[in-house]
């Protein structure tokens, strides 16, 4: 096993650990959060239409210039949020580079980054890639909400940047507002800028309202979204980040260095679908499937009587466990002996302790799928 000192703490992410592990065992894959079902046939025919139509060499660096335009309406639509489509939104290879991209064009070796734990695995490993450190403030269970000391304690230390999820995977929390004008004016004391990963803002249920930093302070935060949970494409990794044009020159000149430049044909595509969405009632119709899906689930496990924790907001359910196995221990026993699949969270804390007795479960699947983890975990 080689790698550079900075990348060697990492090991293989669990979401490809326990995919395999699902499939080895032939088990119900709730584990890692991919739908097991395709997107639209409408987006898929774009682009096939844009592949036929020569829409097949490197893109401009930092998007389309259509589907800039499309990111630009569907920001001041929904968020009444203005960014300049030249200078102020760039096209990233899904959310995951737009983050990387943010972190390696922007800090220095030394830097302090801070986010919430649990977080998404990816951020640890590119906050190293940058050589900066990371620390975390819990979001503890079962209301998964922070300490406001505990925050303010942390923004004391002037960190650079503040990486931010909400809707929050793997809780399923979607941060209220008073909560994200606490954590604003914290980062606005501080001088620290804010990366806001918002893939789910699509996915919020019922009495919960997605709110982006961005609506509270916009020259301060790099909003980051994707075409991968709204569209059910994770496989196309087309991810945008929109933010004040300083900012995006940073995180352009890692960018362009990654990747150069995303999927053209699918950049077209993905512009179609935000473009027609909301005229096709598709996002009601998205968040009333998933709507019945995430009740699915909880029915399932109450009846398996493992506690899930109801979620705001993501395609994902915290549950609680009883016993004192390790969440890696359950989660491969849950495998074996039940043959469901679920993802132990311990990546996601670097303060370990504050994973026991959680698993994580997605519903991003079929209720044939659904029904079938059902039909496993009675008893
Ligand atoms: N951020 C979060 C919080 C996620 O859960 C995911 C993927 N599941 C991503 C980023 C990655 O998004 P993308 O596939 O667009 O890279
Ligand atoms: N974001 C997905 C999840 O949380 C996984 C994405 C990945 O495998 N990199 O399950």
């Known amino acids: 096993m080689t790698s550079s000192r900075a990348l060697a703490p990492f090991q293989t992410s669990v979401f490809s650990v326990f995919s395999r592990?699902?499939?080895?065992?032939?088990?119900?894959?709730?584990?890692?959060?991919?739908?097991?079902?395709?997107?639209p046939d409408w987006i898929l025919d774009a682009a096939h239409q844009a592949m036929r139509s020569g829409h097949n060499q490197y893109a401009m660096s930092h998007g389309a210039t259509r589907l800039r335009r499309a990111i630009a309406g569907d920001n001041e639509r929904r968020l009444a949020l203005a960014y300049d489509v030249e200078t102020e939104i760039t096209v990233t290879s899904g959310a995951t580079e737009a983050v990387a991209a943010a972190m390696l064009g922007l800090l220095d070796?030394?830097?302090?980054?801070?986010?919430f734990e649990p977080y998404y695995d990816s951020y640890p490993v590119c906050v190293a890639m940058a050589g900066a450190t990371l620390r975390a403030v819990p979001l503890r269970a079962p209301t998964?909400?922070?300490?406001?000391?505990e925050l303010a304690a942390a923004f004391a230390r002037k960190p650079k940047m503040f990486v931010l999820n909400t809707p929050h995977n793997p809780t399923g929390r979607v941060l209220r507002r008073d909560e994200l004008e606490f954590l604003v004016?914290?980062?606005?004391r501080a001088g620290t800028w804010i990366v806001s990963d918002e893939v789910y803002e699509q996915l919020v249920f019922k009495g919960h309202e997605h709110l982006s930093p961005a609506q509270l302070d916009q020259e301060r935060t790099?909003?980051?979204?994707?075409?991968?949970?709204?569209?059910?494409?994770?496989?196309?990794?087309?991810?945008w980040a929109c933010g004040p044009s300083d900012l995006m020159d940073g995180l352009r000149r890692a960018h362009q260095s990654l990747v150069f430049s995303t999927a053209a044909p699918l950049q077209d595509a993905i512009a179609q679908a935000l473009?027609?969405?909301?005229?096709?009632?598709?996002?009601?119709?998205?968040?009333?499937?998933?709507?019945t899906r995430r009740d699915h689930l909880q029915t399932?496990?109450?009846?398996?009587?493992?506690?899930?924790?109801?979620?705001?907001?993501?395609?994902?359910?915290?549950?609680?466990?009883?016993?004192?196995?390790?969440?890696?221990?359950?989660?491969?026993?849950?495998?074996?002996?039940?043959?469901?699949?679920?993802?132990?969270?311990?990546?996601?804390?670097?303060?370990?302790?504050?994973?026991?007795?959680?698993?994580?479960?997605?519903?991003?699947?079929?209720?044939?799928q659904l029904n079938a983890a059902r039909e496993r975990l009675r008893g």
Not at 144 to 149: E, G
Not at 185 to 188: F, T, V
Not at 305 to 327: N, S, V
């Open 300 to 368: 399932t496990l109450e009846g398996a009587r493992l506690d899930p924790i109801a979620p705001e907001g993501t395609y994902f359910t915290m549950a609680r466990y009883p016993g004192d196995e390790t969440p890696n221990a359950f989660a491969r026993r849950l495998i074996e002996e039940k043959g469901v699949a679920s993802i132990p969270p311990e990546s996601f804390y670097e303060h370990k302790a504050h994973a026991q007795g959680l698993i994580r479960f997605a519903f991003c699947k079929t209720l044939v």
């Open 222 to 239: 790099i909003r980051v979204s994707s075409a991968a949970k709204t569209f059910s494409l994770t496989g196309w990794k087309v991810g």
């Open 109 to 115: 070796p030394g830097d302090e980054v801070l986010t």
């Open 21 to 39: 592990l699902a499939r080895d065992a032939g088990a119900v894959n709730l584990g890692q959060g991919f739908p097991d079902f395709d997107g």
């Open 144 to 149: 998964f909400t922070f300490d406001r000391d």
């Open 275 to 291: 473009e027609q969405a909301p005229e096709r009632g598709y996002y009601d119709e998205f968040l009333a499937n998933y709507t």
């Open 185 to 188: 004016d914290c980062a606005q």
